[in-house]
């Protein structure tokens, strides 16, 4: 809102400033209200004759140039005002952003994480597996080689039996043949155990 001096004050202030001047120009003792009409009349006179022309010409124009720095400077304001707003703004989104790539970025190395650990337990579970299954093998392969190992030795044993037996049948057993038999029983037996 615009505050406009009154004019009637501006019009005494300044019809009263040449009448104290030539009170001062001719003695100062005088008193200053004694005036001379005339001179008042043709001050107010020129005073109103300059202050139409100053108004019709010139005050129109530095109010309008007046008003024009004052919007300038209000758009200025405005402007700088929905600057700072939109530099707000970006930070904030660019702050959002950030925010959003780290929660992205942990989401993606828990992710690799829990998927490592899973590959882990997943290789050990197939090793174990297949470690089970080749103890498992093996274990059935002595077995197997355990059972044929005591079938090859009651074969071998079978045989040695009957071979003693018809020895002995053949010959009369004496204490020498008894040895004798006994230790060609003990060498075929060492070497069934070397083969």
Known sequence: MKQKFPKYVLLAGLG???VVARAA????????????????VW??????VMFGILAKL????????????????????DQAEQSRAEAKKLMEDYQKQLAEARNEAGKIIEEARELGERVR????????????AVVQRAQEEINRQKDKGIQE????????????????????VNEETHRQLIENLIKDLGKVRRN
């Open 16 to 18: 009263l400033a040449p």
């Open 121 to 132: 337990k997943e290789v050990v579970e197939k090793a174990n597996a297949e470690a089970s």
């Open 43 to 48: 001050t107010l006179l020129t005073f109103g």
């Open 153 to 172: 030795m009651k074969d071998t044993v079978a045989d040695l039996s009957v071979q003693i037996a018809s020895r002995v049948i053949e010959k009369e």
């Open 25 to 40: 120009e001719e003695g100062g003792s005088e008193n200053l209200l004694a005036m001379k009409w005339n001179l008042w």
């Open 58 to 77: 010139a005050f129109k124009p530095i109010a309008e140039a007046l008003d024009r720095r004052s919007q300038a400077i209000k758009t200025s304001l």
